[in-house]
């Protein structure tokens, strides 16, 4: 960093710049965005790129994204993600206030999404969990609530001893708008996104543990042995099945998406493509992504923090197509989508899901040339 350089980014650092050097330092913001080289180290990147998004937080009155604190993995990438994320902001103008007019506002407003699962038992009874405090309700539905030192509620399941030989399996399953916080019999844990349902057995095999998948859910898997054997563990969806022995990864397995996408976090994970002979190999910081109509299977890296920041309670989008980001949206706050004519147009977004819906528009409004309504609870694309 040039003598100069560096006087000019402790004025920014200072906040005592002029709005000209301001300019300066969006500008080698920009040039990092185009992947051009930029004389800044990665954390003079960092201290510049937090003090504009309090500048965004300020403008917006938004919720900050959260840290990870529960799978602290560093994607070398995430960094630049903000970034980028900051410049397309500061390119359209946000901390022109006069822009603020020249939103469109939202005839309709919905809240996010929040905990709520219901149960259909093998024999075709439904328990809404959130609303069942009958000790009896849960039970039969294999639930037991504990309360931790801190005061948050664990569900967890359980694998009654085998009854029968006959093999049957209960369902949980969250709605749109909802998420659900469970832990396994086997002490392994399964947090399940909105709108997407996990089938488990009234009992587990000795020989291997086995659930099925619809939507999105992350995994966290306990290793178990029995005799010295690792009992393997399965993840079925409908295109492909998954095999774990003790590890973390996240899955998305949306029937109205034309992929399939598996995230490993920790441990090793085996992918096989249902009815192909199709298989890879997942290692830390890998993802795995299937194209449903051809069974195509390709393995991509740093799409990590992006893949579970839905757990830390954040939306992360990294160059990705408008009309994924709706579906996700549609999802959390229970809302319908208008897939006529959406171009091809690729976001970065990076905001907590603890925002009202207008909020996360209004981030798509500044970031692109969009602007967007809801009417009879349906996003639309103003032309």
């Known amino acids: 960093m040039t003598k100069d350089t560096k006087e000019l980014f402790n004025k ?35 201290l510049a790129k937090n003090n504009i998004w309090k500048g965004i937080v300020s403008e917006l009155k938004i919720e900050e994204p959260k840290k990870r604190k529960l799978w602290p993995l560093i994607s070398a990438a995430a960094a630049v993600i903000i970034v980028a994320l ?19 506002y939202l005839q309709q407003d919905k809240d996010p999404g929040n905990t709520k699962a219901h149960v259909l038992l093998a024999d075709g009874s439904v328990i809404n969990i959130d609303q069942a405090h009958n000790e009896s309700l849960l039970s039969k539905a294999g639930i037991k609530i504990e309360k931790k030192s801190n005061g948050s509620i664990v569900y967890k399941l359980v694998v009654k001893a085998q009854e029968s030989k006959e093999f049957k399996y209960n369902k949980i399953y969250t709605p749109k708008g909802g998420q659900f916080n469970i ?21 587990f095999k000795d020989d291997e543990r086995s659930v099925e998948l619809s939507g999105e859910a992350f995994f966290k898997i306990k290793k178990l042995e029995k005799n010295g054997i690792n009992i393997p563990f399965y993840v079925k969806t409908r295109t492909q099945r998954i095999e774990v022995l003790g590890t973390a990864f996240n899955v998305s397995a949306y029937d109205d998406d034309d992929f399939t996408a598996t995230t490993l976090i920790e441990g090793k994970v085996s992918v096989n493509v249902l009815n192909s002979s199709n298989k890879k190999i997942l290692y830390p910081g890998e993802q795995s992504y299937l194209l449903n109509d051809n069974n195509s299977l390709k393995i991509n890296k740093g799409n990590v923090e992006s893949a579970i920041a839905w757990t830390d309670g954040n939306f ?11 579906m996700h949206i549609s999802r959390w706050y229970d809302i319908d989508i208008s897939l006529r004519d959406i171009p091809k147009t690729r976001y970065n977004i990076f905001i907590s899901r603890n925002n009202k819906l207008s909020t996360v528009l209004k981030m798509l409004e500044k970031t692109g040339d969009l602007k967007f309504r809801v009417i009879n609870n349906t996003i639309e694309i103003i032309k």
Not at 186 to 198: E, Q
């Open 316 to 326: 992360l989008f990294e160059d990705s197509y408008l009309k994924d980001i709706l």
């Open 86 to 104: 900051l410049v397309v902001y500061e390119n359209k103008g946000i901390f022109n206030t006069q822009n603020e007019q020249q939103l469109t």
């Open 183 to 203: 832990e396994l019999a086997d002490g392994s844990k399964v947090m399940l996104n909105a709108y997407s349902s996990l089938s488990y057995p009234t009992f």
């Open 12 to 46: 920014i650092k200072s906040g005592t710049s002029s709005t000209e050097e301001d300019e300066i330092m969006k500008n080698w913001l920009h040039q990092l965005n185009n992947d051009k080289a930029v004389d800044l180290s990665p954390h003079e990147i960092r």
